[in-house]
């Protein structure tokens, strides 16, 4: 393909992105890709532009609903454990020995 068919091809899927996500913002899933070293199952939300050139290069597809909700649920749980973390380190008490030969 070259570099004009791919910019319209791009062009085109990011207006059918705008139409269907007028956020601004789309999750996809990786697939696997020798050419791109890209292995499959990572979800990520993206730039409709990203978006458009990744599911145009076959590196990526859009999410599907449980995909998203699974991806959403692992940010809560790590969101949780940095707050528990930063909690317990702010709690810590310093102790100081002081030796007094």
């Not at 091809?9 to 269907?20: N, W």
């Not at 995909?67 to 008490?93: D, F, G, M, P, T």
């Amino acid at each position: 393909m070259d570099i004009k068919a791919f910019n319209l091809d791009v062009l085109s899927t990011l207006r059918e992105l705008q139409a269907t996500h007028p956020s601004g913002f789309v999750y996809i899933t990786s697939v696997k890709n020798r050419e791109k070293t890209t292995s499959a199952g990572t979800v990520c939300e993206v730039s409709l532009p990203a978006a458009a050139r990744h599911l145009i290069e076959h590196t990526h597809v859009l999410s599907t609903p449980a995909e998203i909700e699974e991806y959403q649920a692992r940010c809560r749980e790590n969101r949780a454990q940095i707050v528990a973390a930063s909690k317990r380190h702010l709690n810590q008490e310093l102790r100081i020995s002081v030796d007094q030969r």
